[in-house]
């Protein structure tokens, strides 16, 4: 093991050779951290979506903000607040995806799974599991619609990445 105050470069050494690769190749945009296209997207954690792609878009033209299972939670509410009135959002999409592992069981089974597994009760943590993946998105849709705190005239759209295809299936409501 290492000290607790020391980084552990062994365990990062892929990230840290990458990020030198990276140095050699930077070429500083000067971008303001305001989101140029002026949307906000919420997504999942999930390492098959690129955000930026998936819409077109490129660095410093969005705010992405990601957990598991893309749900709008007092967090994302939170970080919104800030991105309409200091960072430039006037639209936020709300994109879950296909084959989400926070739609595959209830708050239950993954507590259970964990604790089975892992030996560690996560009872206290609520994972926001969605057992409808669509009422679950025109709930969250719903929340940051009525949410009183964002800038006004906010466009708050949802729709469903489709992780097998690509396809950004629009969802209305």
Do not use: W
């Amino acid at each position: 093991m290492y000290p607790k105050d020391e980084f552990p470069s062994k365990s990062f050494s892929d990230v840290i050779s990458a990020n030198d690769a990276f140095v050699n190749s930077f070429d500083d945009q000067h971008l303001t951290g305001r989101a140029l296209k002026g949307l906000a997207i919420i997504t999942c954690m999930d390492s098959r979506i690129s955000p930026l792609e998936i819409v077109g878009m490129n660095p410093g033209d969005v705010k992405i903000l990601r957990n598991a299972g893309a749900r709008v939670t007092d967090d994302v509410l939170r970080t919104l607040v800030l991105a309409t009135f200091l960072l430039g959002v006037n639209r936020i999409l709300v994109m879950p995806h296909t084959d989400c592992r926070m739609a595959s069981a209830t708050e239950e089974e993954i507590h259970n799974t964990i604790h089975t597994e892992h030996g560690v009760d996560t009872r206290s943590v609520e994972f926001r599991t969605v057992s409808d993946p669509l009422a679950a998105l025109h709930t969250d849709l719903a929340r940051i619609r009525t949410y009183p705190l964002l800038a006004p005239g906010v466009v708050v759209g949802g729709a469903v990445f489709d992780v097998h295809t690509g396809k950004l299936n629009i969802i209305d409501g």
